[in-house]
């Protein structure tokens, strides 16, 4: 399994044969996370769960893209969450099952407070 540009690509061991290949987001796969019989993807503009045959499960998108100015702690995998951070510092949480944003705190009230 392999990001390449807004491609995962599935390929067999160790003849490196195509499995299948899917369009996981409109710009850039950063990278993916095996969960459960399935796989999560971080892309730029997209959090995806993908099918162990490449199929969409679920796809979400935020206010921006998914990554930070520093590129730290802009995305994890934990239990059945995933925490990102977009561009400007929204903080999202999502259900790894369902794909369903359960927490969400945008700039304008992290500062407010």
Known sequence: ???C???VFCLSVP???LQWKTEADD?????IFKY??????HGELAITRLNRNGEILWQQSGRDIFTTPNGKDDF???DNYVYATDWEGNRYVLDCRNGDVIGDDPVAT???R
């Not at 459960?36 to 993807?41: G, L, N, P, W």
């Open 110 to 112: 992290r500062t407010s």
């Open 5 to 7: 540009s807004d491609h």
């Open 1 to 3: 399994m392999l990001c």
């Open 27 to 31: 710009a850039t796969c950063f990278e």
């Open 76 to 78: 994890t995998l934990k």
């Open 36 to 41: 459960e019989d399935s796989y999560i993807v």
């Open 15 to 17: 003849s490196l044969v």
